[in-house]
Every structure is written in structure tokens, then in C-alpha cells.
């Protein structure tokens, strides 16, 4: 049996060193490729922490809502015990959603999420996907056909979760690109295989023409110049 956690975060801002704050958690569980239900889901409040009027316009969380929500000390520690030892996938979680929560965590003197545990689909895309204009959730979302209607006009964690694992599945179902050496060796390997540049193809057996020496050596002159 394989187990994947795939999750979101919603958050105040982009800067967690300069105080912004995790404001949702959401997680999702996928057995051997299959979601289950078997999610985690949890608003956090910020502690002071003010939302700006531009992020709330991307997941419609506003400070009023979060103020009776519980603080990080007491969500963490579940989310630890949800994710487990089991690999954990994010979209550009290794720029954003793993460093942002592992600060979290270590400000609370609580485990971080290991490396070893931390997949970005942002990467294995880009390794195995060629066509999307954009490597974003939603572009590889649409190129997939998975539907984003769920997400209505705003984004949120649980949701994106969803589509995440969604979108993970399919590339997990789709196979690496090949690597450009072995496409290059492969096309090297075809060109000598060729009857006019193979070893059997039938060589000239007179002397070229004076002209054909004279524009030899002016074309040679030319290109080492």
C-alpha cells in the first residue's frame, strides 16, 4: 500500500520571515493513486498578524473570520500526526509551501517536514510534461482536463489539495521525458545507420577538379579565419 499526503496552505503573505502567518491547512490522502476521505482541514488564526487587502482578494480569509480559530501551537501537532512518515507533495512546495510551514513548526520547537519526505509537482511537471504555456496548478489542471469548478472565486486549501492530487496522479501516470543525451546519442546512432553517411556508402574513386580544390581552400580560409 502507498500512502501520499497532498496539501495547500493559505497564508497573510509571501514573507514568513517577516512575520507573515498560515492562516488554513488543508490535506488530502491518496492509497495506492485513489483519493480517500480521509482529509485534514483546519483554519488557523494569524495572532495579530494583519491580512492585506490583496491576498484576501485570492482566498477571501479575513481577520474577522479567523479570530475564534484555533492558533498554530494547537494545529500542528495534528497536522504532524496526519502527514506521518508518508512522502508529502505540494505545487512549488519547495520554494514556498514547505519552508513556510517548516517555520512554523520550528518556531514551535515542533519537527520540521524531512527533505526526503518533500515532493514538488512543480518539478516532476516540468521534468515530464511539454506543452503547457505555464507550469501552474491551474494550467496543468486544464491541461489534464481536471475540472477547477470546486474553487469557484477563490482559492482555498482543501480545495487545491484536491485538484493537487488530481493533477499528481496524472503525472505519476505519465512517463519521464527522456533524457536529451540519450535523444542526441539516438539521432547520432540513426544519422551513421543512413546508406549515404554509413560506413558502406560508396566513396569516389577519381581526384576532384582544380576548381573544386581552390573553392576547398578558399571556403577553409574563410571559416578559420
Not at 9 to 22: K, M, N, P, S
Request: proline fraction near 7%; include cysteine.
Amino acid at each position: 500500500m502507498k500512502r501520499v499526503i497532498c496539501f495547500d496552505i493559505e497564508t497573510t503573505g509571501f514573507d514568513y520571515l517577516r512575520g507573515d502567518r498560515c492562516i488554513e491547512i488543508g490535506a488530502v490522502e491518496l492509497i495506492d493513486g485513489k483519493l480517500t476521505d480521509n482529509s485534514f482541514h483546519e483554519y488557523i488564526n494569524p495572532e495579530g498578524k494583519i491580512i492585506p487587502p490583496e491576498t484576501y482578494m485570492v482566498h477571501k480569509i479575513s481577520n474577522a473570520f479567523l479570530e475564534d480559530k484555533p492558533k498554530m501551537s494547537e494545529i500542528a501537532p495534528k497536522f504532524l500526526e496526519f502527514i506521518g512518515d508518508s512522502p508529502v507533495i505540494a505545487h512549488n512546495g519547495l520554494d514556498f509551501d514547505f519552508p513556510f510551514v517548516n517555520h512554523e513548526l520550528s518556531k514551535l520547537g515542533l519537527p520540521q517536514i524531512p527533505r526526503e519526505q518533500q515532493f514538488d509537482t512543480l518539478v516532476i511537471a516540468r521534468n515530464r510534461v511539454f506543452g503547457p504555456k505555464s507550469y501552474t496548478l491551474d494550467a496543468l489542471a486544464k491541461w489534464f482536463g481536471i475540472s477547477l469548478a470546486t474553487r469557484a472565486d477563490a482559492h482555498g486549501a482543501l480545495i487545491d489539495s484536491e485538484i493537487l492530487a488530481k493533477v499528481y496522479v496524472e503525472l505519476e501516470n505519465t512517463a519521464p521525458a527522456p533524457d536529451i543525451r540519450d535523444i542526441i546519442a539516438d539521432h547520432h546512432k540513426a544519422m551513421l545507420a543512413h546508406p549515404k553517411i554509413g560506413a558502406d556508402f560508396p566513396r569516389r574513386k577519381f581526384a576532384p577538379h582544380a576548381d573544386e580544390l581552390a573553392n576547398h581552400t578558399a571556403f577553409m580560409e574563410k571559416i578559420t579565419a
